[in-house]
């Protein structure tokens, strides 16, 4: 399957932002989807992640109550809806995905879209 993420982009604290990640070429349905992020000068790591069918979500508890994660497996797309966003979001954002349930362990994705980067900043 390849993974496709955007929707990044240069926003205020507190704004909003919607990260899409598409995919194609496998049976969607099969995978579970997570999104990392990765700051500059720090390691990756866990943002969220959905199930094959969703709804059932995991989450980071650096985000949790601010962003929600969900799919539309008939566009084969999940969302990562970002609200209260803070400087400390800052990072270039990924999607992966694997064929079985969500895990929060990136080694455990051996598929990964390019990413695409938030900035937040007065």
């Known amino acids: 399957v390849q993974l496709q993420a955007s929707g990044g982009g240069l926003v205020q604290p507190g704004d909003s932002l919607r990260l899409s990640c598409a995919a194609s070429?496998?049976?969607?349905?099969?995978?579970?989807v997570g999104w990392f992020r990765r700051a500059p000068g720090k390691e990756r790591e866990f943002v969220a992640a959905?199930?094959?069918?969703?709804?059932?979500?995991i989450y980071a508890d650096s985000v949790k109550g601010r962003f929600t994660i969900s799919r539309d497996n008939a566009k084969n797309t999940v969302y990562l809806q970002m609200n209260s966003l803070k400087p400390e979001d800052t990072a270039l954002y990924f999607c992966?995905?694997?064929?079985?349930?969500?895990?929060?362990?990136?080694?455990?994705?051996?598929?990964w879209g390019q990413g695409t980067q938030v900035t937040v900043s007065s």
């Open positions: 992966a995905a694997r064929d079985g349930a969500y895990v929060f362990r990136s080694s455990q994705y051996p598929y």
């Open positions: 959905i199930n094959r069918a969703g709804p059932a979500a």
């Open positions: 070429g496998g049976t969607f349905s099969r995978y579970a």
